[in-house]
């Protein structure tokens, strides 16, 4: 089982950009799929990206497809979620999720791991 923690969120401008990194804990984390996930509240949790192992495979949702590019650094447990041209919309907490089976799928339900989350604030 995997530690995830979430970092890099913060207070931005609409249309500039932002890194989110998601550091493992674990041996294991280059056999998990891994995933970017964002809530805001009094809403329900919805999909943002996912990652294979490898990193070749890629699922966005489509809100952010274009704008967002999700990676991963299996030698460094992490991965990351780059964010362009952003807009006020985006703002939520965004959260990382792993799964070691479904695959770099969008239902929340697949993944067994997550972090507590990072704060990302898009002002126009």
């Known amino acids: 089982q995997l530690q995830l923690v979430e970092s890099g969120g913060g207070l931005v401008q609409e249309g500039t950009s932002l890194r989110l990194s998601c550091t493992a804990s674990?041996?294991?984390?280059?056999?998990?799929?891994m995933a970017w996930f964002r809530q805001v509240p009094g809403k329900e949790r919805e999909f943002v990206a996912a990652?294979?192992?490898?990193?070749?495979?890629?699922n966005y949702a489509d809100s952010v497809k274009g704008r967002f590019s999700i990676s991963r650094d299996n030698a460094k447990n992490t991965m990351y979620l780059q964010m362009n041209s952003l807009k006020p919309e985006d703002t939520a907490r965004y959260y990382c999720a792993s799964n070691r089976r479904a695959g770099p799928v969008s239902e929340q339900n697949e993944y067994d791991n997550w972090g507590q989350g990072t704060q990302v604030t898009v002002s126009s």
């Open positions: 990652l294979s192992w490898t990193g070749v495979e890629t």
């Open positions: 674990g041996r294991a984390f280059s056999t998990h799929y």
